[in-house]
């Protein structure tokens, strides 16, 4: 169930009065229920693998609770490698079958469905009982817990990969929203799902265009794809957190905030500490840390980032394209912590402040480029296809085709181009005070002026019709 489906505009009500009418354990129990219900929408199978991730982390938490010792560590080590192992055996066994044959051992693997959102939640728990472990968070004597923790419907299918000790007592007090809340919530929605229909959706369809066939583009209509591209996966994600964070607020429940604006950061490694939070803050307390951090020399930091992002690659999916894209940014943040130095050097030599408008510009520029060169690489399904699209950014003619090959007519384009121009303002606003925030300091025609404009927006250059496809999030896939 999507939501930005009728079956979910339909459903999304429903448990909202369940939760907030019901007496508080009953709202509970609705909760669960309604959140089942939204994993089984995804298929039976990703309501199987939730309940069975469910059981092993109840149990396993309440057994790292009882040992000590030696037991306590072999206890985590089981369980770890049986959430971990289910998410080998559903998302990388075909890819290490295909390596395997690679190789010259040919194997056939099953057929097996990918349940829905099974990256996140088994993330969200093992962090959970990586945490029981390490005496951050008690292990929970009810099972209902644990199960509203890991199966909360706005986080199930794309994250934010939630914490314990920040989801798990919101269950259990029920702070009901205020009338903010709802409004803001309600906002945050709509604004979400502006990014995703009239946004990302129509950028799509460009890059779909020019990346089926770039070599017969010129360099500068492969180039605009490539940033295309880095607007439409940003406000993809980005809008699905938004919705998430916002059906949760309107629940009275606070989700970790995963986006604050990462193409205004000066660089990559702002950048992951900006974009994808939920995930970029997993790998640093539960891999990077782990493994050592930069407590062990500079060599072994950087050894540690290049693996923390070789692992975050194929998290994201199971193919060399998304291996490259991980190690890429993992390497460009080795590469500006070896450069830091001569690179200050040079901006006093040539009288730039570190805070100078210039130097915060250019280093903002590089970053959006640097990225849009790596999402390259997650955007293609092979790197024969990766190439491609790169031979054809820096060879042959700069122009082949009428702005009307590229997937949008003119006035699409000028929609598109609107859209990213308000897209780019709102989030310069936001690095002062969050947009919803700041509309409710907005007298209240002029707040409702300006929801209602976006409301229309939204219903009349969303892309909708044949071939619109309301499930197709990118990061469903992962």
């Not at 369940?18 to 309501?47: D, M, N, T």
């Not at 390596?99 to 056939?108: D, K, P, S, Y």
């Amino acid at each position: 169930m999507n939501m930005l489906s009728l079956a979910f505009f339909l459903f999304f009500p429903l448990v909202m009065a369940g939760y907030l009418l019901f007496p508080a354990k009953a709202a509970r129990l609705w909760l669960l229920a309604a959140s089942w219900l939204f994993a089984l929408w995804a298929g039976p199978e990703g309501l199987l693998s939730l309940l069975c991730a469910t059981l092993i982390t109840y149990v396993g938490g309440r057994i790292l609770g009882r040992c000590t010792g030696w037991k306590r560590r072999g206890v985590l080590a089981l369980l770890l490698v049986m959430l971990f192992g289910a998410l080998f055996l559903f998302k990388y066994l075909d890819f290490a079958c295909q390596l395997l044959t690679g190789l010259g051992w040919a194997v056939q693997p099953p057929a097996l469905l990918l349940p829905a959102g099974i990256s996140f939640y088994l993330f969200m728990a093992a962090g959970y009982l990586v945490d029981v472990y390490r005496e951050k968070a008690e292990p929970r004597r009810n099972v209902l817990d644990v199960a509203l923790f890991l199966s909360f419907f706005p986080q199930l299918l794309s994250g934010p990969i939630g914490r314990a000790e920040q989801v798990m007592p919101q269950f259990r007090t029920r702070r009901r929203p205020s009338w903010d809340g709802l409004r803001l919530g309600a906002f945050r929605f709509l604004w979400g799902a502006f990014k995703k229909l009239v946004v990302a959706d129509r950028l799509g369809m460009l890059v779909s265009t020019v990346y089926a066939n770039p070599g017969t583009f010129g360099r500068l209509q492969v180039i605009a794809a490539a940033c295309a591209f880095s607007i439409q996966i940003y406000c993809d994600f980005s809008a699905y957190s938004d919705m998430a964070l916002g059906c949760a607020q309107m629940l009275g429940v606070e989700l970790m905030e995963n986006f604050k604006t990462p193409y205004f950061s000066r660089s990559i490694a702002e950048f992951w500490r900006r974009w994808h939070i939920s995930l970029s803050s997993w790998f640093r307390d539960y891999l990077y840390i782990p493994l050592g951090g930069s407590r062990k020399g500079t060599v072994r930091k950087y050894l540690n980032v290049l693996i923390v992002f070789a692992v975050s690659g194929l998290w994201h999916g199971a193919g060399l394209t998304f291996l490259i894209w991980g190690l890429l940014n993992g390497l460009y943040q080795v590469i500006g912590g070896i450069t830091i130095g001569p690179r200050t050097a040079l901006r006093k030599r040539v009288g730039l402040s570190d805070d100078h408008p210039v130097t915060v510009g250019i280093q903002m520029l590089l970053t959006f480029l640097l990225s849009t060169v790596a999402w390259v690489f997650f955007k293609a399904d092979s790197l024969g296809k990766a190439a491609a699209i790169f031979g054809a950014m820096v060879s042959g003619p700069w122009l082949t085709h009428p702005v009307t090959a590229w997937g949008l007519d003119r006035p699409e384009l000028l929609v598109a181009a609107l859209a990213v121009a308000l897209l780019v303002v709102v989030d310069i606003r936001s690095l002062q005070k969050p947009v919803g925030t700041a509309l409710l300091g907005w007298k209240g025609p002029v707040r409702w002026a300006a929801v209602l404009a976006l409301l229309a927006v939204v219903l009349v250059f969303g892309i909708y019709g044949t071939g619109y496809d309301a499930q197709d999030f990118i990061y469903f896939k992962f």
